[in-house]
C-alpha cells in the first residue's frame, strides 16, 4: 500500500484587519507592529469630556500647538510593541540582573577608591529623582498625546525611565550594605544640594507645560540629551580613571537605552518638523529653550564632580546635542 502525502496551500480569505486594510490596502499583509499602532486610537461616541478641562476631547489634537495632516507618521524605527519591548527589556534587564550578581559575588565595589565612591554617591543616586520625573513626563505624554504609535511608544519609554530610577536604587544599595543610608542621603541632596537645585527646578518646572509636544521636545530630547551623556558616560569616563568599572557595568542599562531612546525620540522630531515650517518654528523655539536651560542647570553639577573641566564637559556636550538638532531640521 502507497501512502501519498501532500501538502496543500490555504490561502488566508484576508491580509490583515480592517483599520490596516483602509489604510494600506486590503492584499497588503501587515506587521504586527502596524497592527498594534496604526488606527488603534478610538476618535468617536466618547462618553463625556474631561471634568478638570471640559474645552477637550478624552483624544483630542488641539492639546499641542503642533499640526499634523497623519498623526499615524510617527512611525517608531524599532517598531516596538507589547509583545516585542516586553521581550528586549526583558533581555537588557537579565543582562543588568548577571552583572550585580558578578559584582556583589566578588566584593567589586570594595575596590572603587572611597574618594569617588562618595562622588557617585552624590552625582548618580539623585538622579533616581530625575528619572521619576521623566517618567512622570512620559506618561503625560501618553495621557495627552494624539495618535496610538506616539503615545505607545511614550508609555514604553516611561517604564523604562521608572525601571532606570529602580537600578540606580540597587546601585545605592549594593553601596550600602541594603541600609537604604544612601538613598536617603540622595534625596537630601536632590532637595537642598546647591549644584542639583538647577536640575531639579527644570525637572519641576516641565511638569507644568500644557503643550505635551513640548514636553517630548524638553524631556526626552534637550534634557536627556544634555544629562545622559554628562552623568552615564562622561561622568562614568573619569570614574574608569579611579577603579569605577564595577559601577560602569551597573549602568550599563543606562547607556543602551540612551542610544535606543534616541532613535525614536530623533524619528518623531524630525517627522513633526518635515511637516510644516510652523511645526518647525515651534520646535526650534521649544528646544533653544530647554536646551539652553539643561546645559546651564548641569554646569554646577558637572563642575562639582569633575573640577575645572566641569564647564568644557557640558559645552562639549551641549556641542554635541545642536548638532543632533540640527540633523533633525532644528533651526538654531
Same mark, same amino acid.
Given at each position: 500500500?502507497?501512502?501519498?502525502?501532500?501538502?496543500?496551500?490555504?490561502?488566508?480569505?484576508?491580509?490583515?484587519?480592517?483599520?490596516?486594510?483602509?489604510?494600506?490596502?486590503?492584499?497588503?499583509?501587515?506587521?504586527?507592529?502596524?497592527?498594534?499602532?496604526?488606527?488603534?486610537?478610538?476618535?468617536?461616541?466618547?462618553?463625556?469630556?474631561?471634568?478638570?478641562?471640559?474645552?477637550?476631547? &478624552?483624544?483630542?489634537?488641539?492639546?499641542?500647538?503642533?499640526?499634523?495632516?497623519?498623526?499615524?507618521?510617527?512611525?517608531?524605527?524599532?517598531?516596538?510593541?507589547?509583545?516585542?519591548?516586553?521581550?528586549?527589556?526583558?533581555?537588557?534587564?537579565?543582562?543588568?540582573?548577571?552583572?550585580?550578581?558578578?559584582?556583589?559575588?566578588?566584593?567589586?565595589?570594595?575596590?572603587?577608591?572611597?574618594?569617588? =565612591?562618595?562622588?557617585?554617591?552624590?552625582? =548618580?543616586?539623585?538622579?533616581?529623582?530625575?528619572?521619576?520625573?521623566?517618567?512622570?513626563?512620559?506618561?503625560?505624554?501618553?495621557?495627552?498625546?494624539?495618535?496610538?504609535? &506616539?503615545?505607545?511608544?511614550?508609555?514604553?519609554?516611561?517604564?523604562?525611565?521608572?525601571?532606570?530610577?529602580?537600578?540606580?536604587?540597587?546601585?545605592?544599595?549594593?553601596?550600602?550594605?541594603?541600609?537604604?543610608?544612601?538613598?536617603?542621603?540622595?534625596?537630601? =541632596?536632590?532637595?537642598?544640594?546647591?549644584?542639583?537645585?538647577?536640575?531639579?527646578?527644570?525637572?519641576?518646572?516641565?511638569?507644568?507645560?500644557?503643550?505635551?509636544?513640548?514636553?517630548?521636545?524638553?524631556?526626552?530630547?534637550?534634557?536627556?540629551?544634555?544629562?545622559?551623556?554628562?552623568?552615564?558616560?562622561?561622568?562614568?569616563?573619569?570614574?574608569?580613571?579611579?577603579?569605577?568599572?564595577?559601577?560602569?557595568? =551597573?549602568?550599563?542599562?543606562?547607556?543602551?537605552?540612551?542610544?535606543?531612546?534616541?532613535?525614536?525620540?530623533?524619528?518623531?522630531?524630525?517627522?513633526?518638523?518635515?511637516?510644516?515650517?510652523?511645526?518647525?518654528?515651534?520646535?526650534?523655539?521649544?528646544?533653544?529653550?530647554?536646551?539652553?536651560?539643561?546645559?546651564?542647570?548641569?554646569?554646577?553639577?558637572?563642575?562639582?564632580?569633575?573640577?575645572?573641566?566641569?564647564?568644557?564637559?557640558?559645552?562639549?556636550?551641549?556641542?554635541?546635542?545642536?548638532?543632533?538638532?540640527?540633523?533633525?531640521?532644528?533651526?538654531?
Amino acid at each position: 500500500m502507497n501512502i501519498d502525502i501532500q501538502g496543500l496551500t490555504l490561502e488566508p480569505r484576508r491580509q490583515t484587519y480592517s483599520h490596516i486594510a483602509r489604510r494600506f490596502g486590503a492584499d497588503r499583509p501587515a506587521s504586527r507592529y502596524e497592527e498594534a499602532s496604526y488606527d488603534v486610537q478610538a476618535t468617536t461616541n466618547f462618553h463625556h469630556r474631561p471634568l478638570y478641562q471640559p474645552e477637550f476631547q &478624552i483624544f483630542d489634537p488641539r492639546r499641542t500647538k503642533i499640526v499634523m495632516a497623519d498623526w499615524y507618521k510617527f512611525r517608531d524605527p524599532r517598531q516596538l510593541y507589547y509583545g516585542t519591548y516586553n521581550m528586549s527589556r526583558a533581555a537588557m534587564l537579565q543582562a543588568i540582573d548577571k552583572n550585580f550578581d558578578f559584582i556583589e559575588e566578588r566584593a567589586m565595589l570594595a575596590n572603587v577608591e572611597p574618594a569617588w =565612591l562618595e562622588k557617585v554617591k552624590e552625582y =548618580l543616586i539623585p538622579m533616581r529623582h530625575y528619572e521619576w520625573g521623566a517618567n512622570a513626563n512620559n506618561q503625560l505624554i501618553t495621557d495627552w498625546g494624539y495618535g496610538t504609535q &506616539i503615545t505607545s511608544a511614550s508609555a514604553f519609554c516611561g517604564a523604562d525611565r521608572l525601571g532606570m530610577a529602580q537600578i540606580i536604587s540597587r546601585i545605592g544599595l549594593a553601596i550600602d550594605g541594603n541600609t537604604g543610608d544612601t538613598l536617603q542621603a540622595g534625596r537630601n =541632596l536632590w532637595l537642598n544640594a546647591s549644584y542639583w537645585q538647577g536640575v531639579r527646578k527644570m525637572v519641576e518646572d516641565s511638569f507644568v507645560e500644557a503643550d505635551w509636544f513640548q514636553t517630548l521636545v524638553a524631556q526626552d530630547l534637550a534634557m536627556d540629551g544634555v544629562m545622559h551623556p554628562l552623568v552615564f558616560a562622561r561622568f562614568d569616563a573619569e570614574g574608569q580613571k579611579h577603579n569605577g568599572v564595577p559601577l560602569s557595568m =551597573l549602568s550599563e542599562f543606562m547607556s543602551e537605552w540612551y542610544a535606543d531612546n534616541a532613535r525614536w525620540v530623533d524619528a518623531v522630531v524630525k517627522t513633526a518638523i518635515a511637516e510644516s515650517d510652523a511645526n518647525a518654528q515651534l520646535v526650534s523655539a521649544w528646544f533653544a529653550a530647554w536646551a539652553g536651560r539643561a546645559a546651564e542647570a548641569a554646569r554646577p553639577l558637572a563642575e562639582h564632580v569633575l573640577g575645572a573641566a566641569g564647564k568644557s564637559a557640558v559645552e562639549e556636550i551641549a556641542d554635541k546635542l545642536m548638532t543632533r538638532a540640527a540633523g533633525l531640521g532644528i533651526k538654531a
